[in-house]
């Protein structure tokens, strides 16, 4: 039958995901560039699931340094270079922490949408 199909299907998918190794206690530091306040968001960081994607934001407030001093009517000036996030993740199967530095070009900069 159909329906039985799809429940297995749909019970497999979720058995599938529970059994990746994932990495808990994720911890995201905002470092230069975000120094002046500003709030992550979600709030409490879900896992990193290998194979998964990611995502995590940071509303920055306007006296952050992600914003140079240099505008021209709607057009901000970003510069990347001084920011930097890392990422401190805990494996509990090898019971070790890991950290990664996130690259800059993997990152997205937006202002003005609020």
Not at 7 to 23: E, F
Not at 29 to 45: I, L, N
Not at 53 to 66: H, Q, T, V
Not at 100 to 106: A, G, H, I, Q, S
């Amino acid at each position: 039958g159909g329906a039985k199909d799809l429940i297995y299907d749909a019970v497999r998918r979720q058995i599938a995901v529970a059994l990746i190794p994932a990495l808990d206690d994720v911890v995201i530091s905002w470092g230069s560039g975000c120094d002046k306040g500003g709030q992550q968001a979600p709030f409490v960081t879900p896992p990193l699931v290998q194979g998964k994607r990611y995502l995590a934001y940071f509303f920055s407030s306007p006296a952050s340094s992600l914003v140079t001093s240099k505008s021209d009517a709607s057009l901000l000036l970003f510069s990347t270079s001084e920011l930097s996030v890392t990422i401190n993740a805990y494996d509990i199967a090898s019971e070790q922490t890991h950290e990664y530095e996130v690259l800059t070009e993997d990152m997205i900069v937006v202002t003005g949408l609020y």
